[in-house]
């Protein structure tokens, strides 16, 4: 059974920092890409970042471009979003999602394409 469980979220001033972090087991994490995506009140799930099996390419919706960065430790079976400069717009839910087939060449921006999802965790930023 395949479980993702996410950690690190809260309550950050705006300008300021948080670091999620992601822990995976019962999938070969080490073979299969990973996302964060978000989701607020009202609105729609929507992407965040993603990156692919290796490590080796990423990318970030342009919301978050430039302040927020996605990476793994295979070894750790740990997928991270270092959230930097956060802005009142950025509260929502995070979630982070695994895909299930193995070395995909690219990262993954579509919700569809991940077969597993973790509970989420509450990122609130003040103004």
């Known amino acids: 059974q395949v479980q993702l469980v996410e950690s690190g979220g809260g309550l950050a001033q705006a300008g300021g920092s948080l670091r999620l972090s992601c822990v995976a087991s019962?999938?070969?994490?080490?073979?299969?890409?990973m996302g964060w995506f978000r989701q607020a009140p009202g609105q729609e799930r929507e992407f965040v970042a993603a990156?692919?099996?290796?490590?080796?390419?990423?990318l970030t919706a342009d919301s978050v471009k430039g302040r927020f960065t996605i990476s793994r430790d295979n070894a750790k079976n740990t997928v991270y979003l270092q959230m930097n400069s956060l802005k009142p717009e950025d509260t929502a839910v995070y979630y982070c999602?695994?895909?299930?087939?193995?070395?995909?060449?690219?990262?993954?921006?579509?919700?569809?394409?991940?077969?597993?999802w973790g509970q989420g965790t509450q990122v609130t930023v003040s103004s």
């Open positions: 999602a695994g895909d299930s087939r193995p070395f995909w060449p690219a990262p993954r921006r579509d919700r569809y394409a991940y077969d597993h």
């Open positions: 019962g999938l070969t994490f080490s073979r299969v890409g």
């Open positions: 990156i692919t099996w290796s490590g080796g390419s990423t």
